[in-house]
């Protein structure tokens, strides 16, 4: 018998998914009021986390894992896009907003944040998704 896979609630991922989105502006917003770690890595690493929301937004019924991945692939992809400057690609960064979603430049660091991102995405994912687990003595 083929059982169907449970689906996430998209209303909950909307709203974990603009809590992220809030969280991540916030970053760039109060730039220098919080501290130098989160200033620094906050944005990205909640970037990343936020494409693992989105996707299971899209993809109710994905496993974790093959979200984790593709949100991993689309950051990587970011990413390594930053290292190319053609002029119509520079000219859609300076949309407003768009670098947002797209960046700027190539920075190593960027790929270390959305490596944790991507993991505390799926963390979330894990714990919305199924629920803490009972603690076993």
Do not use: K
Not at 3 to 27: D, I, M
Not at 39 to 60: E, I, K
Not at 107 to 128: N, R
Request: charged fraction near 15%; aromatic fraction near 12%.
């Amino acid at each position: 018998m083929n059982t169907p896979r449970p689906r996430r609630s998209r209303a909950l991922y909307l709203f974990l998914l603009a809590l992220t989105v809030v969280l991540g502006l916030g970053s760039r917003i109060y730039r220098g009021s919080i501290p130098v770690v989160l200033d620094r890595y906050a944005g990205d690493t909640l970037w990343a986390t936020a494409v693992v929301l989105l996707l299971a937004v899209l993809f109710p019924a994905a496993r974790t894992t093959m979200l984790a991945a593709a949100a991993a692939a689309i950051s990587l992809g970011v990413e390594f896009s930053q290292l190319f400057h053609p002029p119509w690609l520079d000219g859609l960064r300076r949309v407003p907003g768009v670098a947002l979603f797209i960046g700027y430049d190539f920075v190593w660091i960027d790929l270390a944040c959305y490596a944790t991102g991507v993991l505390f995405g799926a963390f979330v994912d894990a714990i919305a998704f199924r629920g803490i687990p009972p603690l076993r003595r």
